[in-house]
């Protein structure tokens, strides 16, 4: 079950690709006085996920303009993610959980998806900039996309 509004974010250490650089992401940013949109997503390289981070990509701006930074977290390996993100354009930092640890400490592990082993769930968490979780979604399925509109009116009355 996913972490519910008003609980503290667990932190994280992930890996993540762009380029030659192979760099850290951390939900804890010292000095960073933005709130921030982890995005959940079972795979790269398929329909809703594509969708889902594109439509995003394009609409970063009004994330950003909300004091927001958006993470898309998944169990792909940061280089996949990498190969994907420059194929479809995605513009958002996408972070390795290949280890899953950060989907389970969410409570957004999904046991088993098609046959494919245990994957993250779709989801979304608003997190403040003190660390509370705001906004928290699962879908109720991989097909289902995140409340945008919800996420942004959580957004706006953090900014």
């Known amino acids: 079950m996913a972490l519910s509004v008003g609980s503290k974010a ?3 250490s992930l890996k993540s690709k762009k380029g030659d650089t192979l760099s850290d992401v951390t939900l804890s940013c010292p000095g960073d006085n933005t709130n921030t949109l982890l995005l959940f997503f079972p795979l790269a390289f398929t329909g809703v996920c594509t969708q889902e981070l594109c439509e995003i990509s394009a609409a970063l701006g009004a994330y950003e303009s909300l004091n927001a ?4 977290i998944s169990v792909d390996s940061p280089f996949a993610q990498e190969a994907w993100a420059q194929k479809e354009k995605i513009g958002i930092t996408l972070a390795s959980d290949l280890n899953k640890k ?3 400490a969410y409570g957004v592990l999904l046991d088993d998806l098609l046959g494919l082993g245990s994957v993250s ?7 403040d900039r003190e660390g509370i979780i705001r906004y928290a979604e699962q879908t109720p399925t991989p097909k289902d996309l995140p409340n945008f509109e919800a996420i942004k009116a959580t957004l706006a009355g953090l900014a």
């Open 102 to 104: 950060t989907a389970a």
């Open 121 to 127: 769930a779709r989801a979304a968490f608003v997190i």
């Open 69 to 72: 930074r958006v993470i898309g």
């Open 10 to 12: 667990p932190d994280f």
